[in-house]
């Protein structure tokens, strides 16, 4: 049983409330997605077939019990959630970052869900499936990237539908598309609006502004 990696690699989380900590991560090829503000376009097509006993050999010499499962999107595979699966047997801590369009209930539920709803600068909000917001568990986490006022708007509304399926997670993310809305801007909507999330800033964006392949 194969997948299609685009690369595996081992620094430190930059987003999520992993964020900081050290974490291996297995980046998936292909997305059914074309977002505006992408940053991970070289993983639309490059990669190459690994089966899954060694993608997990090349996860253990990196000796981090954190593992990331992101892409662009995992789910468009089929055999993503074995992969998951055994990480998780194998007594990793697994987070999966997926884009909000796949269904999040094939996925073992010991895996994080890191659910990243598109709005609508992404050109891509209207093939979310909102019914993942009652496939959450507890330990799952929703992630909004927010570009202009109509994505905070979008991502306020997709909230309190959260918030009314009592489907709020551990964390919700309120993320600014890096170097198009400023940090400040966005804060402040947040606090105007006593909207119970977490500014998030992307970290490794921070720590590295250079490189474009670092998670």
């Known amino acids: 049983m194969t997948l299609k990696v685009n690369e595996i690699f081992y620094s430190l989380q930059g987003e999520s409330s992993f964020a900081g900590q050290s ?17 991970t376009r070289y993983s639309y097509d490059e990669g190459s077939e690994m089966d899954v006993q060694e993608i997990i050999d ?64 992404s050109n891509e909000s209207g093939r979310m499936d909102l019914k993942n917001l009652e496939r959450l568990s507890r330990r799952d986490e929703i992630k909004f990237v927010i570009r202009d006022r109509t994505d905070y708007e979008y991502a306020r509304a997709i909230l309190n539908l959260a918030i009314k399926a009592n489907r709020i997670s551990n964390a919700v993310h309120f993320s600014p598309v890096f170097g198009k809305i400023p940090f400040q801007m966005l804060a402040q909507w947040i606090l105007e609006d ?13 720590i590295w502004p250079s490189e474009s392949r670092r998670v």
């Open 194 to 206: 006593h909207l119970p999330v977490r500014f998030h800033l992307q970290l490794h964006k921070i």
């Open 58 to 121: 090349q996860v253990d010499r990196y000796h981090c019990n954190l593992v990331a499962v992101t892409g662009g999107e995992p789910l468009i595979q089929k055999e993503t959630p074995v992969l998951i699966n055994q990480l998780l047997d194998d007594h990793y801590k697994v987070l999966l970052e997926t884009n909000g369009s796949q269904d999040i209930s094939i996925v073992d539920p010991r895996c994080v869900k890191i659910l990243d709803i598109k709005g609508p600068s």
């Open 23 to 39: 974490c291996t991560f297995i980046r998936l090829t292909g997305c059914n997605l074309r977002c505006s503000y992408c940053d």
